[in-house]
Structures are given as structure tokens and as C-alpha cells.
């Protein structure tokens, strides 16, 4: 049962990644060095989930011990037929959405300054050429992870959330539109918005010259 | 369609979700407009850059073991 406990810390390697059936195991089984394996395991990548949804340190590890909690509790009910992590992410990013929606909606702010301009005859005001420096091989690389992040932790709080629940947590559009409180319609417009921001805010970055 | 309009379907369009009409639009006015092509491709860029930060960020992220023995306290608590 505990034999994935030991295939070290590397989630992107294909190679380190635990058989199913073992996790399924661990899950249910009540031996608690297994259970414990299994936060071991998924618990980084919970943290990063709630981090990123609230920005708040201590809120984030609650969600994530909030979230084994509850998994444990209904540990028996899961029935495989979502696979262990998903079935985790999706705890805990519930938990974090109920502390984020306990929180007191601020208005919305406008981030027109960060979307497209255009001329009066609706074309482009703004000449765009290629990214020269938006290579896979750059986009992996942990400066520029960083700088995207970066980037979108400068969006306003509604558009960082949206692009956060959507393009990172993967939730979505009705559940995006759910967890803030405003319709599909809305949710799908204000992504829109976002990621428009966004690409202003990480342009800088691939347009070449020195980084 | 204007490049205004353009601007407004590169999410749809790269979610498969535009109506075939509208999309024959929007083809139609990439086809014409090298800005706009430009422009999709920063913004297909700019999602997956998003897609891999999200996955390097996952995976460089420790569990605190504090938070391990928070969690396992409460867990052995359930067990009884």
C-alpha cells in the first residue's frame, strides 16, 4: 500500500506517478501510515490549488486540512469512478470556495487600461508581431512560471479569480459563475476580459530583446 | 467583422464554441489581418503559459510538515 509513498516528490514525471489501484487502497484502507502517505502525496499540490484561489496563507493550509478531513471522513463513499486526485482537488477546492465566498464581495474594478484599444474604424489601435521569446522551452522555465504567476496576481481580485477557478482549477463555467456569485454569462465575459489583461501584462516578457 | 469584434471571440473561438456562422466570420476576417493573427496567437501563448505555471507551481509546492501532523492529529482523533 505504501509503495508510492516511496517513488519520491516528482508529480511531472511520468515514471513517479503511484498506480491507481494503490491509491484507491491507501484511501480506503484504515492503516494510517497509508493515509498519510496519501497527504504526503497530494497535499503540495492542494496547498497550490488554495493558495492561488485565496491568498491568504493560513486560509489556504485550513482548505487543505479542511479537505483531507472531509476526505477521510467519506473515504468508504468513494467509489473510483474519478481518479484519486481529481476526486481530492475537487474537496479541496470546495473548502476553499466556501471560505472565499465568506468573504465580503468587493465592487468591481475596471481594468480597461490593460484591454485592447481600437480606432474608430474598429481595427486594432495597437500593431502586434510575434513573440519571439514565447518558446516552449522558455515557457517551462521557472523564471517565466513565475513571471505568469506574477502577472496574475496583479489582476484585480474578480479577474484573477475567474482565471484562476477556470484556467487553473479547471472548474467550469457554471461552476466558476457559481462560486462568484454571478451568472454564467457574466463569468464567461469576465474570463474574456481576464485573459485579455493578461496578455497585456505578460506581452513584455515574450516580445524580445534582453529578459 | 472588425478586428473590435475579432478580438471579443478569440476565447470562443479557441474553446471550439462559436457558432459555425460566426466563425466563418471571424476566419474569414484572420485571413485578412495579419494584426489579428498576431494578436490570437499572443492570446493562445498567454493561455498556455498560464496552463504551465499552474503545473510548475503544483509541483514545486511542499506540504508543510506541520500541516501533515495537523491533518494526521484530527484524522486519528475520527479514527478513535
Known amino acids: 500500500v505504501l509503495a508510492f ?4 516528490d516528482d508529480r511531472t514525471s511520468e515514471a513517479t506517478v503511484p ?4 491509491l484507491v487502497r491507501s484511501l480506503r484502507d484504515d492503516d494510517p501510515a497509508a493515509f498519510e502517505a496519501l497527504v504526503r502525496h497530494f497535499g503540495g499540490r492542494l496547498l497550490a490549488a488554495t493558495r492561488r484561489i485565496l491568498r491568504h496563507e493560513e486560509d489556504a493550509r485550513d482548505a487543505v486540512q479542511e479537505a ?3 476526505a477521510f471522513r467519506s473515504r468508504k463513499q468513494f467509489t473510483g469512478a474519478a481518479r484519486v486526485s481529481t476526486w481530492l482537488h475537487r474537496i479541496a477546492i470546495n473548502a476553499a470556495l466556501m471560505k472565499l465566498r465568506s468573504r465580503r464581495r468587493r465592487p468591481e474594478e475596471a481594468i480597461d487600461d490593460l484591454l485592447p484599444t481600437f480606432r474608430e474604424d474598429g481595427h486594432h489601435a495597437e500593431s502586434f508581431g510575434s513573440w519571439t521569446e514565447a ?3 522558455v515557457l517551462v522555465r521557472e523564471e517565466t512560471c513565475a513571471y505568469v504567476r506574477e502577472a496574475v496576481a496583479r489582476l484585480p481580485d474578480q479577474y484573477r479569480e475567474v482565471i484562476v477557478l477556470r484556467d487553473f482549477e479547471g472548474l467550469d463555467t457554471e461552476e466558476t459563475a457559481a462560486a462568484l456569485g454571478i451568472t454564467p454569462n457574466a463569468a464567461k465575459i469576465r474570463l474574456h476580459r481576464a485573459r485579455l489583461a493578461l496578455r497585456t ?4 516578457r515574450f516580445q524580445g530583446g534582453p529578459l | 467583422v472588425k478586428c473590435r469584434e ?3 471571440f478569440l476565447s470562443d473561438f479557441l474553446a471550439g464554441t462559436l457558432e459555425l456562422e460566426v466563425r466563418t466570420d471571424f476566419e474569414a476576417h484572420l485571413g ?3 494584426n489579428c493573427r498576431a494578436f490570437l496567437e499572443q492570446f493562445r501563448t498567454t493561455l498556455r503559459a498560464e496552463t504551465l505555471a499552474g503545473r510548475d507551481e503544483d509541483a514545486r509546492t511542499v506540504m508543510p510538515e506541520e ?4 491533518i494526521m492529529a484530527v484524522v486519528g482523533k475520527r479514527r478513535g
Open chain 1, 5 to 8: 509513498a516511496a517513488m519520491g
Open chain 1, 68 to 70: 483531507f478531513v472531509s
Open chain 2, 32 to 34: 485578412r489581418c495579419p
Open chain 1, 201 to 204: 501584462l505578460v506581452a513584455p
Open chain 2, 67 to 70: 500541516l501533515v501532523r495537523g
Open chain 2, 6 to 8: 475579432a478580438a471579443e
Open chain 1, 19 to 22: 498506480d491507481e489501484a494503490d
Open chain 1, 135 to 137: 518558446t516552449d522551452d
